[in-house]
């Protein structure tokens, strides 16, 4: 079992649509959660960043995380085409240097 | 707001020569990290770095492969002998003493 899965996509929506994005992993004793933005052939950018279980907010952007089910998601309203790229999540394993383990990302279009 | 930087943006060289992939991280910042993106793949951990010294590395970071922060502001990635199989892209990646990472652009890396 991989460590962390994600589904690929693409996920094409419309304009405006709520976009959900997710992410299960196999460790438990995960406990920080990141969610990054990638545009092609460029540097993951941070959105968001959670520890442990709950829900964070930030504009448009909530992140969720559900350690029992060892699920994470990121929700996207109001979206825009500008919202168009790759989402990856990541996560810290627990005693090691802060290195980060990465999904492979979900390719994201939102149609104008 | 402060960025990290990397040098070059694209980098060719033929298989068997040496390379270095070049990063300023932020000023404030104490570890740093390389990851590398083969295309079409996840982002992978090479290795972390903190106070002159590895403190992680993966199992991809073999004896061909080296960092360098040589004069304080510089972070360095050598491969000694490139692969084919070394073409991606890589990121070099920083935090200060909270547990975010905010990555540079990228350098790709073509290996001929």
């Known amino acids: 079992q991989k460590e962390v899965e994600q589904d690929p996509g693409p996920l094409s929506v419309p304009e405006g649509a709520i976009v959900s994005l997710n992410c299960t992993y196999s460790?438990?004793?995960?406990?920080?959660f990141m969610w990054y933005r990638q545009y092609s052939r460029k540097g993951p950018e941070l959105l968001m960043y959670t520890y442990s279980s709950g829900n964070k907010e930030d504009g448009r952007f909530t992140a969720q995380v559900d350690k029992s089910s060892k699920y994470i998601s990121l929700f996207i309203r109001d979206s825009q085409p500008s919202d168009s790229a790759t989402y990856l999540c990541a996560m810290r394993p627990p005693a090691s240097s802060y290195k980060l383990i990465f999904g492979s990302g979900t390719r994201l279009l939102v149609r104008p | 707001e402060p960025e990290v930087t990397q040098t070059p943006s694209h980098q060719v060289t033929q298989m068997g020569q040496e390379v270095i992939l070049r990063c300023v991280p932020i000023s404030n910042h104490l570890y740093f990290y390389w990851y590398r993106q083969i295309l079409g793949q996840k982002v992978e951990f090479l290795v972390s770095?903190?106070?002159?010294?590895?403190?992680?590395k993966s199992e991809i970071f073999d004896d061909q492969f080296s960092v360098e922060r040589p004069d304080g502001s510089n972070f360095t990635l050598k491969i000694r002998s490139t692969k084919l199989e070394d073409s991606a892209m890589y990121f070099c990646a920083g935090r200060g003493g909270e547990d975010t990472q905010y990555f540079g652009p990228g350098t790709r890396l073509t290996v001929l």
């Open positions: 460790n438990s004793a995960f406990q920080y």
């Open positions: 770095f903190y106070n002159n010294e590895i403190s992680e």
